[in-house]
């Protein structure tokens, strides 16, 4: 199947390309123009804007805590429309289905999950293998186990810890690897109820800076392109920006990829001892290359938040709307799940609104700034057409802060920021930096020879229309989006790495397995067969 | 293994396509029992959805008791591997735990110190209306009480560790003044209870008293579920439809209501007119009243009150095929292997080829 798109305005930041011109495509890959050979279909697109598939690197889609929020939460994903015949449960508010639906409708081909407890992999690939459309990917989350932090603490050696990641990576079936609030989940099941970086796990005597350090460490030893991805300490809290100053100076000049970094861009300054630092922590990151971030912005709506950080989540028990929270003590890490309601009259959430589009706006890389909002925590994925406008225009801005309680705004530097994103900034943040990011060469831009991911979208004025319904949307070659509407199912794949190790300590694993559980980790294993599509991975290169 | 239209032996080709003629007709086609692994599960939702019919599991019940009081107020949980590895203080409460869980002790390790905890002192072990015999076994503090009496009992508990003055009451005082102090002592306990033996009310108490006891130490909740793979199945439902069983799709989106949707009132009150019943598990029969037409898609054994219009014997996930389940030891899905691998139809399978001769729509699965 020959494909030409015509006409359209490429925008492939990759290849420093913003103008008119076509697009081919032969079956699942882009290819150079075929000169003297008749396309199977020409899709005209002149006056739309065409750009490779966006990449979403943190979006809790999949996976028993988002699933245990479901069911928590009933009443606030009722469905009200019905399916259409081809695309079976699409319309099922809060289902697998309709979130590669709803993905892909926005332009969107690959999402990644990034938090998943190795010992709960195989639910959240079953659930990953019931997303259409899409590909996708997995962070195994490392940090608050024993083995690894036994290894820590008895030196075991950087080399040791390697060959436990990757045993790890391999068989949870990642593409890299998240730490949440090193050591902090530990902690709790030992009743401490605050952790900062330099605080000490209970019966280990370790730092959750040497934790992070040996993990960030074996990341690169293992040659897995995605650096450490580390949700910090104190998330949430005011005056938590000297966490995030001092995670950056932590990561000593490693890479090291920070969370939805909005959620620490807290100072301490006001009568409520709250207000953004964003400023200064947009600071700190222009000035160390080796970081990168994800906003993990807040919009204003019902959402819950789902998060392993179960220290966090414990406090913030009293902040649930509705009155209902999940604490999860899981095995070598935690969970909690509490429904939180994001209002622009509420000062606290006026100021974090604002401190992360600060950070967008003062961060200048937009190829170290990632498009979240750590769906659902921030707000849900849905509301990311919105937030494209609000980067996108300064007026849209300032009509949402005219709405915002005057004591918020004041706490903020964003009433003074006139940066706008171009597409071509948009196209870099969200197509080529995050393959880039995760080392997937194959996608986020648009040269011969890569996969044919392609959105293309209608030049909207209101760009959050153009965003919300793409106008045609191919995954691999296929149109699966037609104005906004998927036209059949497809699947992708998970994406993973296969990092090398020593096999020897499998079967250390197992003897310890068998030692402190009375159980092989067989019994957590993610065989292919088990996940009900061909051909469910994909594999992503590691290599120094 | 049978395969049955109208009693006489078909070929499988025709008792599918017999099972889809039946349910494509109906007005309201029910699946019923869903005791299945999580590929029969995701595949019969899936024809719930394209039938626009209703789905609800043979143990629902059980599962909804947990999920009721969650979505009601919240919970505290935590696995069999941190109970077995931490807690030092263990509340086992109800009359049936060792036959839902035949596994627990071992699987807990209660004879033993927890390897992480610090005292490593021998745990502490209370068992609240045990059958007889039981706390012995595990070493356990035996608090007798009937069933109806566990949520007084959890309720008066619950003031005691608050500090709240409760009604005098020789009789519940003496038995509780000892376990509020241990309870409140402890470093990481756990109270163990399943929906199967304990209703709604003892399992919001147990809740209550989690959420009370981590104000000042850490304490949480092991539920252990009930049979039929019910809990791997309400898991399939919710990525799938975001509720769990008892949903229908008559509207043409998923809607979940626990009395409109359970499947015995449908039949009963003549709602559902065409029926699937599927029990891979055991020898389970609907227990309806009516003599509403049905699929069966069960293991061989199983005996019906009145025969089912086409019948496709099963083998049993995790025996006769590899499965993807609930398991209880690891309280997550779990790949299984056969334990003896037959060549036995699997219920995804006989459902996948149902579809296939259905006219209308397309299936998700």
């Not at chain 1, 796990?201 to 370790?206: I, S």
């Not at chain 1, 948009?426 to 648009?446: C, E, N």
């Not at chain 2, 219009?309 to 609930?326: F, S």
Request: contains cysteine; aromatic residues 8%; negative net charge.
């Amino acid at each position: 199947m020959l494909i030409r798109l015509s006409g359209g305005r490429v925008i492939d930041p990759a290849n420093g390309r913003d103008g008119i011109g076509d697009i081919w495509i032969r079956d699942d890959r882009i290819v150079e123009p075929a000169a003297g050979e008749t396309p199977d279909m020409v899709y005209d697109v002149t006056g739309k804007i065409v750009m490779a598939g966006a990449i979403d690197i943190h979006s809790h889609i999949a996976g028993g805590n988002v699933n245990t929020a479901r069911l928590l939460l009933p009443e606030n994903h009722r469905a009200h429309v019905a399916r259409p015949a081809a695309t079976p449960l699409s319309t099922a508010g809060w289902s697998t289905f309709e979130t590669g639906c709803r993905y892909a409708a926005m332009g969107y081909t690959t999402v990644i999950e990034p938090a998943v407890p190795p010992h709960l992999a195989l639910h959240s690939h079953l659930e990953l293998a019931d997303i259409p459309i899409i590909d996708k990917g997995t962070l195994s989350v490392l940090g608050n186990d024993d083995f690894l932090l036994s290894l820590i603490r008895d030196g075991a050696g950087p080399a040791a810890i390697a060959d436990y990641v990757g045993a790890t990576l391999n068989a949870s079936k990642g593409i890299g690897v998240k730490c949440i609030n090193a050591g902090a989940a530990m902690a709790f099941k030992h009743n401490v109820r605050s952790f900062n970086l330099d605080d000490v796990v209970p019966a280990y005597n370790l730092s959750s800076r040497a934790i992070v350090e040996a993990l960030q460490q074996a990341v690169m030893d293992l040659g897995i392109p995605h650096p450490l991805h580390l949700h910090t300490n104190n998330l949430g809290i005011g005056g938590n920006v000297e966490t995030a100053l001092a995670t950056i100076a932590a990561a000593r000049g490693k890479p090291l990829h920070l969370a939805h970094l909005q959620f620490y861009s807290y100072g301490k300054e006001g009568k409520r001892g709250f207000s953004s630092a964003a400023a200064e922590l947009a600071e700190a990151v222009n000035a160390n290359a080796n970081v990168t971030v994800d906003v993990g912005q807040v919009m204003f709506r019902q959402t819950v938040t789902i998060s392993m950080d179960v220290l966090r989540q414990f406090n913030a028990m009293g902040t649930a709307s509705p009155k209902k929270s999940v604490i999860y003590d899981g095995d070598a890490n935690g969970g909690g799940i509490v429904p939180f309601n994001y209002r622009s009259n509420n000062f606290y959430n006026a100021v974090q609104w604002a401190s992360g589009l600060e950070l967008f706006l003062l961060i200048n890389d937009p190829m170290r700034v990632f498009f979240s909002t750590d769906h659902p925590n921030g707000a849900p994925y849905t509301t990311y057409p919105d937030l494209f406008a609000l980067i996108m225009s300064r007026e849209a801005r300032a009509s949402w802060l005219a709405d915002l309680p005057q004591a918020a705004v004041e706490m903020t530097t964003l009433p003074s920021l006139t940066r706008e994103y171009s597409f071509y900034d948009i196209a870099m943040m969200t197509r080529v930096a995050p393959s880039k990011l995760l080392g997937l060469r194959d996608r986020g831009h648009l040269s011969p020879g890569a996969l044919a991911d392609v959105a293309i979208y209608h030049d909207d004025p209101d760009r959050a229309a153009m965003f919300r319904f793409a106008h045609l949307v191919f995954k691999d070659g296929d149109l699966v989006i037609r104005d906004g509407r998927v036209t059949h199912y497809r699947f992708g794949r998970a994406l993973k790495v296969s990092p090398t190790y020593d096999s020897a300590i499998d079967r250390r694993l197992s003897t310890y397995y068998d030692d402190v559980y009375g159980i092989s980790p067989d019994l957590f294993k993610v065989p292919v067969e088990a996940l009900g599509r061909e051909n469910p991975f994909g594999e992503v290169a590691c290599g120094r | 293994m049978k395969i049955l239209v109208d009693g006489a032996a078909a070929p499988l080709e025709a008792a599918a396509a017999e099972a889809a003629r039946l349910l494509e007709q109906a007005k309201l086609p029910l699946i019923a029992g869903l005791a299945a692994d999580i590929a029969g599960a995701r595949a019969a939702i899936a024809l719930a959805e394209r039938l626009r019919g209703a789905y609800d599991h043979m143990y629902s019940e059980f599962l909804l008791r947990d999920l009721d009081v969650m979505r009601q107020s919240g919970q505290f949980v935590t696995t069999a591997n941190e109970v077995r590895v931490r807690a030092d203080c263990v509340v086992l409460i109800g009359a049936k735990l060792k036959t839902a869980w035949p596994d627990m002790l071992a699987r807990l390790d209660l004879s033993n110190p927890a390897r992480f905890d610090e005292a490593h002192a021998p745990r502490k072990i209370f068992w609240l209306g045990a059958n007889p015999g039981d706390a012995e076994e595990a070493g356990a503090v035996k608090i007798a009480a009937p069933s109806s009496e566990l949520p007084i009992l959890l309720a008066a508990l619950r003031a005691s560790v608050a500090g709240r003055k409760t009604r005098p009451d020789a009789h519940i005082d003496g038995k509780l003044a000892d376990l509020a102090v241990q309870l409140q002592a402890a470093r990481f306990g756990v109270i163990v209870w399943s929906s199967e033996s304990v209703g709604r009310l003892t399992i919001e108490m147990i809740q209550g008293l989690l959420l009370d006891l981590n104000k000042k130490t850490r304490f949480t909740g092991l539920p252990v579920g009930a049979a039929g793979n019910v809990t791997g199945v309400g898991q399939a439902s919710g990525w799938m439809t975001g509720f769990p069983m008892r949903t229908g799709f008559g509207r043409g989106y998923p809607e979940h209501d626990t009395w409109r949707f359970e499947a015995n009132r449908l039949v009963d009150s003549g709602e559902a007119d065409v029926a699937m019943w599927i029990s891979a598990y055991g020898n389970e029969a609907p227990r309806w009243k009516r003599e509403v037409p049905y699929v069966a898609i069960t293991t061989p054994e199983t005996q019906f009150a009145y025969p089912p219009k086409v019948r496709i014997d099963v083998g049993t996930p995790g025996v006769d095929h590899d499965a993807v389940e609930y398991v209880q030891n690891l309280m997550t899905l779990a790949a299984t292997d056969a334990r003896s691998a037959s060549d036995a139809p699997q219920v995804a399978s006989v459902i996948r080829l149902i579809d296939e001769h259905l006219t209308k729509g397309e299936g998700a699965c």
